[in-house]
């Protein structure tokens, strides 16, 4: 790949980029509670920066202390906190690598927990999405905040920050200011675009009077809200000339709020790679000023993108989680080492947003663990710096040799052995089916989800290039482990579907999910789908693509896959849209030839069915567990075979294990 436009210089003001990669922000959870920056995330930073990108954007730090979004949020908002703050651009410049702060408040987008007290907000109207109520900022508290913004930018500067970023997107308090939608103020500062604007200005000039000309200030926005009732493109092409004339002096042209259909401020895998670059030229044309684009671009369309103008920097969000070392790679001729985001939101945001816990990503074990794994400890900050090369763990020898067997070629599997050979361990993969990958095959059949495999392809490139084999086709038995004893097994032998004793299940028209979407079986029209968890939906959703009519019951009254996911928000419109009908509630009593029976709310219902799919579910396959036990092997079982979870689960447990073992 050609990227030449993606590894040339570019200059702001004072700072000059080794190239046009930047690792924008991404709220962690790694930071402490009283604001300050821990080892993990100094390390976590550092990490990337020697990944070869040009400019780490913080996650978000809030300017005051009503404005955190979450509890452990980054912190700019007191004279205290920027001996923690200059640890940040202490520990990226060693690796060449620009810091930017990014500067937030989170408006009405938080609850009580984080903020301290009642949110607040232009108007008191609660956030569509939290549901939580807020209250107006009065006149003073607005000037309040925006000295706040001042003070915080000054800290940065303070704290070697080569430049900050006002967070202006997303739906948060600035992006409030100018929406209609969440502005229903009658003062100065709500009603005509002019005053809705006023706020936002307000904070650039601020910013700027505190950090003097010479100081980059990026902002970043949300270049179209999306939702009925906010603005539109066209108002930011308006506006974005006045961000400039009150200081600005780079645009980071990011989309959408918190309430837009389908989360597409961090697009799923539903959304097609370099959706939002339109919207970069559009601003960059509007204002004047180098922008930065952002929103699912892969490498090909940013060297694309920076030829043609659209913008000038280009923002990878989570392929820096999933891969830190992904610019080198590239900027080596590396590519098929780079393990590829595929945008499943599930160990990033949605495990931050949703399980209220720290980000990591699904495919990347170490993300969040690169301090407790000893991969370097972000150079001038504190010991040895980050492996240069990006590869795995500080050298161990101490299980050089050691025999352990793994048990599945599934993400279990496939991780504990690359975690495992890291550690010295001989180790051999076997696994009875006549390809690597277990469930993700099926997994990476519905549409979007192609690039699934591509982690499998990954993993068994890199075992390849260690020379860890993979015996394909042999399922390993009690009295082969007998007979051969090796040192260690890991036990990743997965799931099995689940079967209910539904009268008629054994029927020759009734099929599991994994057969039907691995072409294993002949597809029928109309069909009958049993359980609308992510597998019933996304096989429904596949059905659909060829054609076939489809309707999916399901037991449980509430749909266990919410809208409120960007790839559940995707799923429910493309079925619907599709023609398929989803029916919760729904007892299925028989399964006959033509029709399936349920009952719903006490009443008797058919669907006519010449297919019926299960995807009910799944069940561990661990018999192996007693037999390793009676012949005193060790044994770490990991993934679904310990309980049917997720990729997450078996990803992480495999690496676990395959460290430990
Ligand atoms: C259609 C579908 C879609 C999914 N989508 C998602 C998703 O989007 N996100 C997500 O997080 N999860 C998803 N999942 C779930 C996810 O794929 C599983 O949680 C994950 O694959 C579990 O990994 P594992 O390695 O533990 O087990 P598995 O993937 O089940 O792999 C186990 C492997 O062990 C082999 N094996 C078993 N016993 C033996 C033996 N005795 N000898 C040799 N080999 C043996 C099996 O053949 C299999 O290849 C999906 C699952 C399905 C079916
Ligand atoms: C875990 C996570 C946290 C995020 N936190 C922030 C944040 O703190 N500030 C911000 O402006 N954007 C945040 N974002 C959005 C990203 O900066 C980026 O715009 C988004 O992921 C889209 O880029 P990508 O498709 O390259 O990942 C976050 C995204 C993720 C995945
Ligand atoms: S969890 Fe999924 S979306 Fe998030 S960085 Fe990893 S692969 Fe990408």
Same mark, same amino acid.
């Given at each position: 790949m050609k990227l030449d436009h993606l590894f040339s210089t570019f200059r702001i003001k004072g700072m000059e980029l080794k190239n046009r990669s930047v690792m924008p922000a991404m709220g962690t959870? =790694?930071?402490?509670?009283?604001?300050t920056a821990t080892d993990r995330l100094l390390t976590y930073l550092a990490r990337r920066a020697a990944g070869g990108t040009a400019m780490i954007i913080t996650e978000v730090c809030a300017v005051?202390?009503?404005? &955190?979004?979450?509890?452990n949020e980054l912190g700019?908002? !007191?004279?205290?906190?920027i001996p923690s703050l200059a640890r940040i651009p202490d520990a990226l410049h060693p690796y060449g690598a620009k810091a930017v702060l990014q500067l937030h408040h989170a408006g009405r987008e938080t609850f009580p927990v984080a903020a301290g007290g009642m949110p607040e907000a232009p108007s008191a109207i609660p956030s569509a999405i939290l549901g939580q109520p807020c209250e107006e900022m009065s006149v003073q508290r607005i000037a309040d905040v925006v000295d706040a913004f001042g003070k915080a930018a000054a800290r940065a500067k303070k704290a070697g920050f080569d430049a900050v970023e006002i967070h #202006?997107?997303? !739906? =948060?308090l600035l992006t409030q200011f100018l929406s209609p939608f969440s502005n229903q103020r009658?003062?100065? =500062?709500? #009603?005509s675009e002019e005053n809705r604007s006023r706020f936002v200005l307000e904070v650039v000039e601020a910013i700027r009077g505190a950090v003097g000309s010479d100081y980059p200030v990026i902002i970043r926005i949300s +270049?179209?809200?999306? *939702? @009925?009732?906010g603005y539109d493109l066209e108002f930011m092409k308006r506006f974005s000339p006045r961000l400039v004339a009150a200081g600005v002096d780079l645009i980071h042209v990011s989309l959408g709020v918190y309430s837009t259909p389908g989360n597409l401020s961090i697009a799923s895998m539903d959304t097609d790679p370099g959706f939002n670059l339109f919207r970069a030229r559009a601003i960059k044309e509007a204002a004047g000023v180098p922008v930065i684009g952002v929103g699912r671009i892969t490498p090909e369309l940013a060297e694309q993108a920076i030829a043609r103008g659209d913008a000038d920097l280009i923002a990878f969000g989570r392929q820096h989680l999933c891969d830190p070392d992904f610019i080198n790679k590239l900027q080596q001729g590396n590519e098929k080492d780079i393990r590829w985001c %595929?945008?499943?939101?599930q160990g990033c945001i949605e495990r931050l947003s949703f399980e209220m816990k720290s980000a990591t990503c699904t495919f990347n074990p170490s993300c969040g663990r690169e301090f407790k794994e000893g991969q370097g400890a972000g150079g001038a900050v504190h010991g040895p710096g980050v492996r240069p090369d990006g590869q795995?763990?500080? +050298?161990?020898? /101490?299980?050089? !040799?050691? @025999?352990v067997w793994i048990i599945g070629a599934g993400p279990a599997g496939l991780s504990a052995a690359l975690a495992a050979s890291e550690k010295g361990c001989a180790v051999e993969i076997f696994e009875?089916? $006549? /390809?690597?990958g277990g469930q993700v095959r099926p997994a /990476?059949?519905?549409?979007? &989800? $192609?690039?699934?495999l591509d982690w499998v392809n990954w993993a068994v490139n890199q075992l390849e290039k260690r020379k %860890?084999? *993979? @015996?394909?086709?042999e399922e390993i038995t009690g009295s082969r482990l007998s007979a051969a004893r090796p040192d260690a097994v890991i036990l990743a032998s997965g799931a099995l579907p689940a079967v209910a !004793? *539904?009268?008629? *299940?054994? /029927? +020759?028209?009734v099929f599991d999910a994994r057969d039907v979407l691995m072409g294993r079986v002949g597809l029928k029209d109309p069909a009958v789908v049993l359980g609308a968890g992510y597998v019933g939906m996304e096989t429904a959703d596949f059905l659909i693509k060829k054609g076939i009519r489809v309707v999916v019951l399901e037991?449980?009254?509430?749909?266990?896959?919410? &809208?409120?996911?960007a790839h559940g928000y995707w799923l429910h419109k493309r079925i619907r849209e599709g023609g398929g009908r989803l029916i919760f509630g729904a007892e299925v009593t028989n399964i006959g030839p033509n029709a399936v029976s349920f009952v719903q709310k006490d009443q008797e219902w058919r669907e006519p069915a010449a297919m019926v799919v299960t995807a009910m579910g799944a069940r561990s396959e661990n018999g192996l567990e007693a037999v390793l036990e009676d012949l005193g092997i060790p044994c770490l079982t990991v993934g679904d075979a310990r309980s049917p979870r997720r990729l997450l689960e078996a990803i992480h447990e495999g690496h676990k294990a395959g460290l430990e073992i």
């Open positions: 959870g =790694y930071a402490s509670a009283d604001g005051d202390t009503r404005g &955190k979004g979450f509890p700019a908002w !007191g004279d205290h906190l #202006g997107a997303h !739906g =948060y009658s003062d100065a =500062y709500g #009603g +270049a179209d809200e999306l *939702i @009925r009732g %595929v945008a499943c939101n795995g763990h500080a +050298a161990d020898t /101490s299980r050089n !040799g050691r @025999r009875r089916d $006549e /390809s690597p /990476s059949r519905p549409p979007h &989800k $192609e690039a699934f %860890v084999p *993979i @015996r394909l086709r !004793g *539904i009268p008629g *299940i054994d /029927s +020759a028209h037991m449980q009254a509430v749909p266990p896959v919410g &809208k409120f996911t």
